[in-house]
């Protein structure tokens, strides 16, 4: 009897580095099925391979009329089955038990109130909410005068304090910035202040007078034409100017010298190629002599600029009675000055919100206000005709702007978003299919 012993035969691994190991040539309709099945087997009562066999079959030597009965009746239809058919996993109670609160269902014998809290936790929220110590530490005791400041910092008491924590810092009030006490800057040039809501011009009402539209209208022809003009002009400027970029670049294109290599290598070096450090004469070392010469020279200018300093002083504080009634007096005419201004700036049209201040607040220009204007083929005789223009709510904030009291600012229309990096890890090829091996 022959018999052939060789080695024992090895499965063969596929490769790796084709097309065929991708995710998405990966063949997993196999796991899916098994998956869908045990999940189909649980609803229907628990997984098969898993139970006993006396769970599953029975021995029945007899049979039963009542089964041969309903074996004879008719065939239900499908959509009864299908309505019939029920799983063995419990549904989820819908119904509202008042016992559970954080999971712990607490003993029927206490009290409770009708909405499931109890007496005890009731008053304690009770207490929590309308006195305690709690409560009565932010009460303000006053001396009974109106007088007293609602939104003063409260003095910290050390009566209650703990001697434990003596050690410790005392906290500091909350001190306003000083340019909380300045009156806010406005971006427009003369010295006018704007109202908080501006009176709108009447020449554009939705049925002006003819006057003033037409003045309204010859003025804002006018700030257009001017825009243009300045417009044309820039870009006029810009292409001179690229123009003379391109000249200047095509000249030194066209004369470019020998570098200094080239010139060496023919045999000779220009006098302009020299460096110019090589040129520079090299310092000399100074005598001690000629320090203490320099050191007594730098005494005697310091010495006479504190003298100088010394006889300023001096001379302002015997000018201190003039020059504190000439600041005054500057204070009084300045005042005077602004008086008049409000006084002739009463009516809100001399007040020019176009005009604006060299130096702005913040990195942003001030956006340009609307137009306000109704054209000639936009006026309606009839108020049903109207259509409703402008925003209130940007207008209101372009004018606070102007007065100064935020800086200027642009809406954020695409808002920046994080950097996110996305990898994919190579443990989705580590995986082992049920009943292979």
């Known amino acids: 009897m022959s018999s052939s012993a060789g080695a024992p035969q090895q499965h063969k691994q596929p490769s790796r580095k084709g097309k065929k190991a991708w995710r998405k040539n990966v063949d997993v309709s196999q796991v899916q099925k098994g998956l869908e099945d045990a999940r189909a087997e649980v609803i ?10 006396e769970s599953l079959f029975t021995l029945d030597t007899t049979g039963s009329e009542e089964i041969r009965k309903t074996y004879k009746s008719t065939k239900p239809l499908r959509a009864d089955q299908i309505l019939a058919a029920r799983s063995a ?26 909405n499931g809290v109890t007496l005890k936790e009731y008053e304690r929220l009770k207490h929590i909410a309308y006195g305690g110590e709690s409560v009565r530490k932010d009460v303000v005791k006053t001396d009974g005068s109106a007088s007293h ?86 870009a006029v400027a810009e292409a001179e100017k690229e123009a003379l970029i391109a000249a200047a670049q095509d000249e030194i294109d066209n004369d470019q010298y020998k570098t200094e290599d080239e010139s060496a290598w023919e045999g000779f070096e220009s006098e302009n190629e020299v460096a ?98 109704v054209l000639p083929d936009e006026l309606r005789d009839s108020l049903r005709l109207l259509k409703p223009e402008g925003n209130l ?34 443990t989705h090829k580590d995986f082992m299919v049920p009943g292979e091996v």
């Not at 419990?90 to 206490?110: M, N, Q, Y």
């Not at 207008?395 to 200027?408: Q, Y």
């Open 89 to 114: 996993i419990p549904a989820v109670s819908t119904h509202k038990r008042l016992g559970v609160t954080d999971g712990i269902v607490e003993p029927s014998s206490k009290r409770r109130r009708g």
């Open 44 to 53: 229907k009562g628990g997984i098969i391979a898993e139970k006993p066999s």
């Open 276 to 373: 110019a450090w090589l040129k520079r004469k090299r310092p000399e070392r100074k005598t001690p002599a000629e320090r203490n010469k320099v050191k007594r020279r730098k005494e005697a200018e310091r010495q006479a600029k504190w003298e100088a300093q010394m006889r300023k002083r001096d001379k302002q504080a015997k000018q201190l009675g003039s020059i504190a009634k000439e600041v005054e007096r500057d204070a009084k005419a300045k005042a005077i000055v602004v008086r008049k201004e409000d006084k002739g700036s009463n009516s809100e049209d001399k007040v020019d919100a176009q005009v604006l201040r060299r130096r702005k607040l913040g990195r942003h220009n001030l956006p340009e206000p609307p137009l306000e204007l």
């Open 149 to 234: 400041d609602l939104w003063a910092p409260l003095s910290t008491s050390t009566e209650n304090q703990d001697p434990q924590l003596s050690y410790l810092e005392k906290p500091r009030s909350i001190k306003p910035p000083s340019t909380l006490q300045k009156a806010p800057i406005s971006l427009l040039a003369s010295s006018s202040s704007l109202p908080a809501v501006p009176k709108p011009k009447p020449g554009i009402s939705y049925n002006p007078v003819f006057q003033d539209w037409d003045a309204l209208l010859t003025s804002a022809g006018a700030a257009e034409v001017a825009a243009e003009h300045k417009r044309r002009a820039d």
């Open 393 to 426: 709510l940007s207008d209101r904030f372009r004018n606070i702007m102007l007065r100064g009291k935020i800086e200027t600012r642009n809406p954020i229309s695409q808002p920046k978003k994080a950097k996110r990096t996305t990898t994919e890890k190579w």
